[in-house]
């Protein structure tokens, strides 16, 4: 029942993604890459709507029909990273070795993460969960979905006995949801961390965090 | 060779850590203290020389006797920083199991980052470090010192045949540096990461990636 509401879940959200571009949703993107650039630039706070018009070399008149306020166009982008995100997990879904399946789901991630501007967005949206704002609890509502998806993955795999069930499992996936943040986090400073140098030690990680026999 | 330059290099920033505080350090501290209030509230960019002067209460006249900008309380705060990172190092200096000692250095790392504080103002220099400013560059020289410590002890280690030489070094020590960072950053939001549901699972993970005989 689980596995049918993730599935479902998620290809509600693919299906979001798939819809063909309208001329306003490529205006709405074109905002919002620009204000990105913004962002990347001085944070979310510093930023005002007079730079973002300029960034996107709009008048303000004209960006107002696409987004009353920062506030709006900063929960479109969350928006559209969590439709994104979505899309990442769906290699959990298919049934497979469970390490090859996080691997792959890890590896979506960093790819989605590669595009510029994503990582400063990260770091910003990630200050905003700690603070009161509504921002940040768009942040954490995502984030809980994402462990729960992870969970039930995890879940799966240990009824089929593919992980060791005495494993505490919440720990496990914060240490792997905290990976996965550090190589986004670092990937922008860290050449080391290149894709095809870290697919073989991200899958012995998980098989050590997971309980999972050694692979060399 | 290389073993004392370390040594040397992070005795001198601990003496420099011990120095007994006088009344002046104690009131630079205070402004610090209420300067990393107010980073966490509203991003480095945000925050007005006035803002922190409130936090600390105390006069523009009495806050600038001690810092001419913000821009040198964030200096202040990061060179503070870099010292009590430098002293979660001590571990490494150590002659004993490998992965013990890696787990030490990042426990230590762990409960330093616990201050109230410590998270926001790392999120805020990360994203510096993605910026082309003074803070930025600051946090990329103290980033590389600490990979060229932790790259020694791995060396060492190596030449020890404690661990795994051919084991790709640069990609397993950035693996270990995106995890702790990962680590902080999650252990904000994610209460399953405390530091004894994590001790074991990180071992295990060390050993993993550096091509350590499995423990359990």
Partial sequence: MLDRAVSMNISVL????????????CR???????????FARSGFHKTSMQEICAEAAMSPGAL???????????????????????GTLEPLLVEGDFTEAFVDMAMAYFEQMRRPGATPMM??????????????RNFLENEAMVREHISDF???AADRGDIDATVDHDAAIGMMMALGEGI????AIDPALEPERIRAMLAAMIDAVFGRGKRR
Wanted: aromatic share 6%; with cysteine.
């Fill in 154 to 156: 995890v879940k799966r």
């Fill in 14 to 25: 693919l299906k979001a993604a798939d819809t063909p571009e309208t001329a306003q949703d």
């Fill in 28 to 38: 709405r993107r074109h905002i919002m890459e620009a204000a990105e650039r913004c």
């Fill in 184 to 187: 986004v986090m670092r990937s």
């Fill in 64 to 86: 107002y029909r696409y987004f009353k306020s920062k506030e709006a166009i900063i929960e479109a982008i969350c928006l559209d990273e969590r439709q994104r995100c979505h």
């Fill in 123 to 136: 770091l910003e949206v990630f200050a905003e969960g700690l603070r009161n704002g509504a921002v940040g």
